[in-house]
């Protein structure tokens, strides 16, 4: 059963993975022209022990601890995963939400 979840887990992360570096591109564009000037792209209280100013360490974050999910007890497997899903959810609505704002 963790398998199927770990597999689909790693395809989430490829999407978001994927999802960022376009997100960081647009950043970058953004910074050019003067604009997107924030230290953190997610708020501190975000679960996120990475707070930076792009997307792709948010996912680099994520896929250290779906290598941590793997070698964990059962006990410590549902606490990490619950904790994973909230920030994979966060992550993907943040990404979604910055794509969909025009580009100057």
Same mark, same amino acid.
């Given at each position: 059963?963790?398998?199927?979840?770990?597999?689909?887990l790693?395809?989430?992360?490829?999407?978001?993975?994927?999802?960022?570096?376009d997100?960081?591109?647009?950043?970058a564009? &953004?910074? #050019?022209?003067?604009?997107?000037?924030?230290? @953190?792209? !997610?708020?501190?209280?975000s679960?996120? +022990?990475t707070?930076?100013?792009?997307?792709l360490?948010?996912v680099?974050?994520?896929?250290?601890?779906l290598?941590? &999910?793997? #070698?964990?007890s059962?006990?410590?497997?549902? @606490?990490? !995963?619950s904790?994973m899903?909230?920030? +994979?959810q966060?992550?993907?609505?943040?990404?979604?939400?910055?794509?969909?704002?025009?580009s100057a």
């Amino acid at each position: 059963m963790h398998d199927a979840v770990t597999t689909k887990l790693n395809d989430t992360l490829k999407e978001l993975y994927h999802m960022a570096i376009d997100a960081d591109k647009k950043l970058a564009e &953004l910074r #050019t022209k003067g604009q997107a000037k924030f230290s @953190a792209v !997610l708020r501190e209280d975000s679960q996120f +022990i990475t707070h930076t100013d792009h997307f792709l360490p948010y996912v680099a974050e994520l896929a250290e601890e779906l290598e941590i &999910l793997v #070698t964990v007890s059962e006990q410590e497997y549902q @606490a990490l !995963l619950s904790r994973m899903v909230h920030k +994979i959810q966060l992550l993907a609505e943040t990404l979604q939400q910055f794509m969909r704002l025009p580009s100057a």
